[in-house]
């Protein structure tokens, strides 16, 4: 096994990785920049609020229900609350790749519901295409773009994988392309590339920008936004629910909750989320030499074809995000800021150089981490509670950025009991499988992480992995 290839980096990082990593800032390279963050927003206090629509959670489930809310209704009263300031969550954390995919992939989407699947395509293209016209609409300046994302093959076996994924997508209507291995270095260069797919559908954009102006839009439409207002509880009253905060309530009519991984709000939430840290580099802009030496010209997001992947890409201003690849979730699930730096970032420089080698001596800037609120089919849970007068959605698995467009727009029809083509879909109606409590999840996870970096190594699917795919928890991510 090559030193790149393995699940864990040596004690005595090479000192190629030490160099690039002495510099680099334990912060979200998004949000580490004080011009652009906007002033925060007061924290709600007293017990005197009402509203029509509350909603838990300022990330991008919560600030998209609440503009289409007002969209929907331009006299409904919407207050949102955020535990924290907007963006320090998954929403400002991620690697702001827009996929029109509402199911982790088609390939998913066919394991999951191979009976719904056109209609879950043609409902991502339009959850698309609404993003960018309101995008273009409120003026929200986010580095909004589509290049396309190609998919490369590392080594013989992902060669295959890239092959299968080609052909499916063709047989849906995908209008992907199929590189081979001169194609695709011609496109990006790396001696790692194998040969590669383009979907030309994918979107790239600056996460922490589009927040902030989705949140500026919001207000712009009358939605009051409280920030470091913590939710700790809920009560049913005869005709609305009180929201408990730290400092204070408000009682609303109906309840939207899109907190992702941060499940104590809802205690249900914890049999179907699963809190998982990813981790992130961010690189000092490259020069005009580096710059020609990757070529990289139409700037596409850039992911490979293994169980466990990086995803990277060109920022405007050229630098290189690469994050993915070492996930972690920790005993019993808990989240803590101290595991947002760890030797993970370590074993991701080590992959960045392994595959772009003529970027040695690039400095990191940024290293950082996310929580993932991932669920055991890969795809969002939706439900109610409170008699329907509270709807949630959550369990992105990382594809967020465009489908809480969606996961909002359905918690909406939820919460006001429409009958919708969106409500009726099996993916809103049927929960994914829970998780086991714990100590058996903890193991289930270590079980399917070692299992799924074998099928890396050698092409073959083991007994375990066989089992998960038979009761309907896939990994063809």
């Not at 954390?93 to 992939?105: A, K, Q, Y």
């Not at 395509?121 to 960018?132: H, K």
């Not at 019993?332 to 991701?348: K, M, T, V």
């Amino acid at each position: 096994m090559r030193w790149w290839m393995m699940p864990v980096m040596p004690s005595s990082a090479p000192a190629a990785v030490r160099a690039a990593l002495a510099d680099a800032v334990p912060d979200v390279y998004w949000t580490d920049r004080p011009a652009l963050r906007p002033t925060p927003r007061p924290a709600l206090t007293g017990s005197g609020h009402r509203a029509d629509l509350v909603v838990v959670g300022g990330g991008f489930t919560g600030l998209w229900a609440a503009i289409q809310a007002k969209e929907d209704d331009p006299t409904r009263d919407v207050v949102v609350l955020e535990r924290g300031r907007l963006g320090v969550a998954a929403s400002g954390r991620n690697g702001g790749f827009v996929s029109p995919s509402l199911t982790h992939g088609l390939a998913q989407g066919l394991a999951c519901w191979p009976d719904e699947v056109g209609t879950l395509e043609r409902l991502g293209a339009e959850n698309f295409a609404g993003l960018v016209e309101s995008v273009k609409t409120y003026g929200i300046d986010a580095d909004l773009h589509v290049p396309g994302e190609l998919t490369m093959a590392l080594d013989e076996r992902q060669v295959g994988t890239v092959r299968e994924a080609y052909d499916l997508h063709r047989a849906h209507g995908v209008p992907v392309s199929l590189l081979d291995a001169g194609e695709a270095r011609a496109r990006v260069d790396s001696p790692r590339y194998l040969g590669g797919m383009l979907d030309p559908t994918v979107g790239l954009v600056d996460p922490a920008r589009l927040v902030w102006g989705l949140a500026a839009a919001a207000e712009g439409l009358g939605v009051r936004i409280h920030e470091d207002t913590a939710v700790t509880g809920f009560d049913e009253e005869t005709s609305r629910v009180r929201v408990r905060t730290e400092w204070g309530s408000v009682r609303g009519r109906r309840v939207v909750v899109g907190t992702g991984a941060f499940r104590g709000v809802l205690k249900r939430l914890a049999w179907y989320t699963l809190p998982v840290y990813d981790h992130v580099l961010m690189t000092e802009p490259l020069t005009a030499e580096q710059l020609a030496s990757v070529g990289w010209e139409g700037r596409e997001g850039l992911t490979d074809a293994g169980n466990q992947f990086h995803y990277y890409r060109r920022t405007l201003d050229d630098r290189v995000l690469f994050g993915g690849y070492d996930a972690n979730y920790h005993f019993p699930g808990r989240i803590d800021a101290r595991y947002e730096q760890s030797a993970s970032h370590d074993l991701l420089a080590a992959h960045f150089l392994a595959i772009f080698p003529q970027l040695e001596g690039i400095r990191i800037t940024h290293r950082w981490a996310g929580v993932i609120d991932t669920t055991s089919r890969f795809t969002p849970v939706f439900g109610t509670a409170l008699a329907g007068r509270l709807a949630y959605a959550v369990g992105y698995t990382g594809l967020g950025v465009a489908s809480t467009r969606f996961g909002a727009r359905v918690a909406l029809d939820l919460v006001d009991r429409r009958d919708t083509e969106v409500t009726r879909l099996g993916m809103v109606r049927r929960k994914p499988l829970p998780f086991p409590p714990e100590p058996l999840r903890g193991l289930g996870v270590k079980v399917t992480r070692a299992s799924l970096a074998a099928e890396d190594r050698t092409g073959r699917r083991n007994l375990w992995l066989k089992a998960m795919d038979a009761v309907g928890i896939g990994f063809d991510s």
